[in-house]
C-alpha cells in the first residue's frame, strides 16, 4: 500500500511560481507511471502532466512550456513545478502513480491563482 501526501498549494498572484511536492509513504522506484491531475470548481478532473518509463514526459497543452513534472525516487517524490501561473490554473492539484499495477491517488492540494 502507498499513500501520498500532497504539499506546497497555496494563494499566488498571477505570473508567480509554486512546487508542488507528493510524498509516498512506500517505495515508487518501481513506479512507471506518475502524474499530476487538476480540477477546478465545477469541472471535471483533468490530467496535467504524466511521467512514464524512461523518465518519458507528457503534458496537457493548457500547461506545456510552463509546468515541469519530475520524481525523486531516493525521497519518494514526485514534484511538479509550476511556472507563469494564470488565474484558470486555479484547481485541486492531485498526485497519481501507479505501482505494480495499482492506482494511488494523493487527497490534493489547492492552489488558487489571483491578484
Known amino acids: 500500500q502507498v499513500q501520498l501526501v500532497e504539499s506546497g498549494g497555496g494563494l499566488v498572484q498571477p505570473g508567480g511560481s509554486l512546487r508542488l511536492s507528493c510524498a509516498a509513504s512506500?517505495?515508487?522506484?518501481?513506479?512507471?507511471?506518475m502524474a499530476w491531475h487538476r480540477q477546478a470548481p465545477g469541472k471535471q478532473r483533468e490530467q496535467v502532466a504524466t511521467?512514464?518509463?524512461?523518465?518519458?514526459?507528457n503534458y496537457a497543452d493548457s500547461v506545456r512550456g510552463r509546468f515541469t513534472i519530475s520524481r525523486d525516487n531516493a525521497k519518494n517524490m514526485v514534484y511538479l513545478q509550476m511556472n507563469s501561473l494564470k488565474p484558470e490554473d486555479t484547481a485541486v492539484y492531485y498526485c497519481?502513480?501507479?505501482?505494480?499495477?495499482?492506482?494511488?491517488w494523493g487527497q490534493g492540494t489547492q492552489v488558487t491563482v489571483s491578484s
Open positions: 497519481r502513480v501507479v505501482v505494480f499495477r495499482r492506482d494511488f
Open positions: 512506500g517505495s515508487i522506484s518501481s513506479s512507471n507511471y
Open positions: 511521467l512514464t518509463s524512461g523518465d518519458s514526459t
